[in-house]
């Protein structure tokens, strides 16, 4: 490379240590991140309403109170969304909002927008939801003991292994196992969705995959991804939690949540719906309960 | 309310009292550099610096907190200085070049926490003199694997503490009548209150007269009640503006602390009256919750894992109540009555706290149990003041934290104690003892099984510390500064 740019030659920049080059911008404080971008006028601010169960069906929702609580705007349920209610990569199998069954504790169910997100957040606390709890798997004994599996099984395999085992002079067994964890990037995550010409969408967001974040948001909207502007400025942090990198699972245990996608997915549909820019700012606790997380592992030889 | 923003005078016509300075900062000033990662005093990405005029008069004592959970009233009096304060006509403060020049920086979210921290101790603010790089930033969190480098640019800062006469003279100028705010929230549709007394008189007669008010010293605790907790509070009476209940008078007997004393500035006194007092304290938050939560809140919340209160019940410590003009001493232990209900009645407030100086030949062990070193939870804390003369066990004054509803002595373990000799075998009856003394929780934070273990083995470790000091019963180095 060097030999191409002689710039970069002349600046020493191969084998030489150099800022990084937003490291100015962000000891002074400078550097932007989505919270900071100044609020448009109008902002609708968003909250989730969650499941407080981990396994349940849902038998009826009231969101009267919510609807009626300070400063909200209106309510947004899996009902309202005008395409497909998905926000899985691939095996279109995670809804944005739950319908009818919630399969993780937090898990949303229903959106409010409101004029701050104090009362947003404060409002989805007020929803009657009855649910039919159902038994919950927490662990991995539970879900291999029950057959519910977060994927289909995969085989890899070279040769004979069995054989080569048998005939092996040692043979060692053990198990390791390692508990969930949580990526914590300091940022939470986030998204601030504008409203453009004819129906378009803008979104600034916290994303690793501002494409796929594009296209799950045009198929959640029934809207061309042409019409869907995705800006990621930067982030911070992300550690692979704000990609959308695993297929999702209909295994009602907390260990496999994900929904990295949600921030800018359910911004993009108040924006979408009310046609008013919508922020989207997830708060901590939020955010380690509802979005992706790495669940735990246990391998056996 | 008024104070100083980069010394120029600020004034919030009708601030929400539990409003925090950090959504004052990031939405109606557009500071947005101080940033918001956990909202609950843990990340440090918030860091900003508060200022007093120090006890000269002179200067300005400066200390780190956490903007997100700091009321605005918190502020009135005050000087304030954020991120955005520090580079001056462009130029980048040394903090800041050293953290560029070593890559302190990766995402960046938790930098500007970072820098304000770091930049406390290049001033020379409270809880940083003589301190560990390390434990100075002990309360910021970076997920980028990026501490090397950042306590490298903290080792590299030499101290030169500011010229601050005339902010002092400012701060000095803006000293006014005492807070008192009313407040109009549509959101709830309640009316909120607000007074910051200047008197521990003052303050006996607010509180007569508004006995529903709820206390706030730090709001280290009470913070989190609006930011994650949703409450509404409708009378507040902040304690950081009376003088006289933040006192520290050291004598032969002991140390008076007032109850407005925070963790950052009991800690030289503790470390004085025992090294592990000074470790306990180190254990407590990080820094800028040091700076911020005090002795007396510690107690008076009434936590059944609050930190100090197994350590002081353990070294004998007395607790003064005060109520109107009237006041009440009592053991500490006898303050916790059970979960949630203290011997405190209403109008009445914890005034001050008398710590006995440990006899010269007492044994005392302090430890906190909990899955981060910095800025945890305690899941078991065990305090332990033995005298042992001619290998019997004179005394024994035993408290945990983290295995009951409140913070509690083991009788039943000291009773095993008193009297026996000191040795392996009366330390494993002591030890079986606590199964009788505790029936504890299984939570988050630690099984049952898990705390009673532990607590029994925190009563074998100190035999195996007394018995053979040198085995090595801890793999962490005591940190015991300089304040000794």
């Known amino acids: 490379m060097a030999e191409r740019d002689p710039a970069l030659v002349r600046t020493g ?9 937003s490291a100015a911008l962000q000891v002074a404080g400078a550097a932007l991140y989505v919270d900071d971008a100044p609020e448009p006028p109008g902002l609708l601010h968003l909250a989730f309403g969650t499941s407080s169960e981990a396994h349940a069906g849902i038998v009826a929702m009231d969101l009267s109170a919510v609807r009626a609580a300070p400063g909200v705007v209106a309510v947004l349920t899996a009902d309202d969304i005008p395409g497909v209610n998905d926000v899985s990569p691939v095996a279109g199998d995670d809804p944005l909002l739950a319908k009818g069954e919630v399969l ?61 085992l048998d005939a092996a002079s040692h043979r060692l067994t053990g198990t390791v196992a390692i508990g969930g964890q949580d990526h914590f990037y300091l ?13 378009q969408i803008h979104l ?34 992300a550690f692979g939690a704000r990609k959308l990198k695993r297929r999702c699972s209909r295994a009602p245990a907390r260990w496999s949540r994900r929904r990295p996608a949600a921030p800018p997915n359910i911004a993009a ?33 | 309310m008024r104070f100083l923003l980069d010394g120029e005078t600020i004034a919030i016509d009708n601030a929400d009292p539990t409003g925090t300075l950090l959504d004052w900062l990031r939405y109606r000033q557009r500071r947005t550099g101080s940033k918001e990662g956990c909202a609950e005093g843990d990340c440090g990405a918030c860091t900003v610096l508060l200022g007093d005029v120090s006890g000269d008069g002179e200067g300005v004592v400066w200390r780190a907190v956490n903007a997100c959970i700091l009321f605005l009233p918190m502020l009135h009096g005050r000087a304030l200085m954020t991120v955005e304060s520090l580079a001056k006509d462009g130029a980048l403060a040394p903090v800041q070049r050293e953290l560029v020049e070593r890559h302190g920086s990766q995402c960046g979210f938790c930098t500007p926490g970072f820098v304000m921290s770091l930049h406390a101790k290049a001033i020379g603010a409270v809880g940083t003199v003589d301190v560990l790089v390390e434990d100075v930033l002990s309360g910021n969190l970076c997920r980028c694997t990026g501490y090397g480098p950042i306590i490298d640019a903290g080792r590299a800062l030499t101290v030169e503490p500011r ?27 309640t009316t909120r209150q607000a007074f910051a007394p200047r008197t521990t008189d003052e303050l006996a007669e607010l509180y007569i007269a508004h006995p529903e008010a709820r206390l706030v010293a730090g709001a280290t605790d009470v913070g989190l009640w609006v930011t994650k907790q949703m409450r509404v509070i409708e009378t507040l009476i ?14 032969e007997a002991g140390v008076t602390f007032g109850a407005g004393v925070r963790y950052s500035e009991a800690h030289p006194a503790l470390t004085r009256l025992h090294p592990e007092l000074g470790e306990l304290i180190r254990r407590i938050g990080g820094t800028q919750v040091r700076n911020a939560g005090t002795i007396g809140g510690n107690i008076a919340n009434g936590s059944p894992i609050g930190d100090t209160p197994p350590a002081l019940i353990a070294l004998g410590a007395t607790v003064t109540l005060r109520r109107g003009g009237e006041r009440r001493t009592m053991p500490l232990e006898a303050y916790f009555i ?45 305090a332990f003041a033995l005298t042992i003369r001619g290998g019997i066990v004179a005394e024994a004054r035993i408290a945990f934290g983290g295995m009951a509803g409140i913070p509690a002595r083991a009788k039943a373990c000291e009773a095993a104690l008193i009297g026996a000799a000191w040795n392996e075998a009366t330390v494993e009856a002591a030890v079986a003892a606590l199964a009788t003394d505790f029936a504890p929780l299984t939570d988050v934070r630690g099984s049952a099984d898990y705390r009673l273990r532990v607590a029994g083995n925190l009563l074998r470790r100190l035999w195996v510390r007394q018995h053979s000091p040198d085995e090595p019963v801890s793999v962490l180095d005591p940190v015991l500064a300089t304040h000794g």
């Open chain 1, 13 to 21: 920049v191969v084998h030489t240590s150099l800022p990084h080059d």
């Open chain 2, 238 to 251: 902040f304690l950081g503006d009376v003088a006289d209940l933040a006192g520290i008078e050291e004598s």
């Open chain 1, 204 to 237: 600034l967001c916290s994303s690793q995959h501002p494409s796929e974040v594009q296209h799950l948001v045009a198929h959640l909207l029934h809207l061309s991804s042409a019409d869907v502007t995705v800006e990621v400025r930067r982030m911070g942090g």
């Open chain 1, 269 to 301: 549909t108040a924006t979408r719906t009310w046609r008013s820019p919508a922020s989207a700012t997830i708060s901590r606790p939020a955010t380690m309960s509802a979005s992706t997380a790495r669940g735990g592992s246990r391998a056996s030889a």
């Open chain 1, 187 to 199: 940022e939470g995550q986030i998204a601030l969705a504008t409203p453009g010409e004819d129906g």
């Open chain 1, 104 to 164: 993780f504790h937090g898990q949303p169910i229903f959106l409010v927008a409101a004029t701050s997100t104090a009362a947003a957040r404060r409002a989805a606390r007020l929803a009657k939801i009855d649910y039919d709890v159902r038994p919950a798997l927490l662990d991995i004994d539970s879900g291999l003991a029950a057959g519910s599996l977060i994927e289909a099984s995969q085989t890899m395999a070279r040769g004979d292994a069995d054989a080569a």
């Open chain 2, 338 to 382: 059970a979960y949630g209900r203290q011997d405190r009645a209403p109008g009445e407030f914890v005034e001050s706290l008398f710590v006995p100086r440990p006899a010269p030949d007492a044994v005392i062990a302090i430890t906190k149990l909990s899955r981060r070193f910095d800025s945890d939870i305690t899941a078991v804390l065990g």
């Open chain 2, 163 to 189: 010229d601050d006469r005339v902010l002092a003279a400012r701060l000095r100028a803006l000293r006014e009548a005492p807070l008192a705010i009313r407040y109009d929230d549509p959101l709830t549709g």
